[in-house]
Every structure is written in structure tokens, then in C-alpha cells.
Nanobody, 124 residues
Framework: QVQLVESGGGLVQAGGSLRLSCAAS????????MGWFRQAPGKDRDFVAH????????YVADSVKGRFTISRDNAKNTVYLQMNSLKPEDTAVYYC?????????????????WGQGTQVTVSS
């Protein structure tokens, strides 16, 4: 079992930045690849970014490429999402998730554990 707690969300103006954190507890954090997803009201949960167990491989969605960066600190059991040049369409609840599998995935169903989410609101 892995418990995940997101933080760092809030209200920001378009063009601004936020850094989300996801703290993990329970089983060995470095044993899981990690992902960030987001869900806007009335929409599906969408993939944002993925990072491998070691942090050596990362992948971000085209919609955030060049603006968002995923990273992790295994010593601190934490994964981060640095979000720059935010746009109103980035407004959503952001979730981190842990993936015990061996193949990087953009599909929510492949992830085993989820946090409760943190709200990000970008005003125009």
C-alpha cells in the first residue's frame, strides 16, 4: 500500500507558475514509477506527466510540453510537477499516482495508487 498526498495547488494568474508536490508513504517509493494526471469539471482524467523509478526517464503530454516538468527525489519520497506559463485551460484538479508496472503508461487504469488531488485554478 502506498499513500499519496498532493500539495501546492492554488489560484494563479495566466503566465504564472506553481510547483506541485506529492509526498508518498508506505511501501518503497523508489519501487514505483509516478505520474501526474488532471481532471477538469465534466471531463475525463487526462495524463500530464510520467517519471520512471530512478527519474532517468520522463514523458509529458503534448499539451504541457515545454511548460511542465516532472521530477522526483527518492530520498524525500516526493515527486514534483513544476508548472510554468500557466494557461486558463490548465485549470483542473491535479492528481499524482503510483505505477507498479514496468511499462510507462499514460492510462489512468495502469496506475495502482492515487492521491486525493489538489486544485489548480488559472485566471485569465
Amino acid at each position: 500500500q502506498v499513500q499519496l498526498v498532493e500539495s501546492g495547488g492554488g489560484l494563479v494568474q495566466a503566465g504564472g507558475s506553481l510547483r506541485l508536490s506529492c509526498a508518498a508513504s508506505g511501501r518503497t517509493f523508489s519501487g514505483y514509477a509516478m505520474g501526474w494526471f488532471r481532471q477538469a469539471p465534466g471531463k475525463d482524467r487526462d495524463f500530464v506527466a510520467h517519471i520512471s523509478r530512478s527519474g532517468g526517464f520522463t514523458y509529458v503530454a503534448d499539451s504541457v510540453k515545454g511548460r511542465f516538468t516532472i521530477s522526483r527525489d527518492n530520498a524525500k519520497n516526493t515527486v514534483y510537477l513544476q508548472m510554468n506559463s500557466l494557461k486558463p485551460e490548465d485549470t483542473a484538479v491535479y492528481y499524482c499516482a503510483a505505477d507498479a508496472g514496468n511499462v510507462p503508461s499514460t492510462r489512468p487504469r495502469e496506475y495502482n495508487y492515487w492521491g486525493q488531488g489538489t486544485q489548480v485554478t488559472v485566471s485569465s
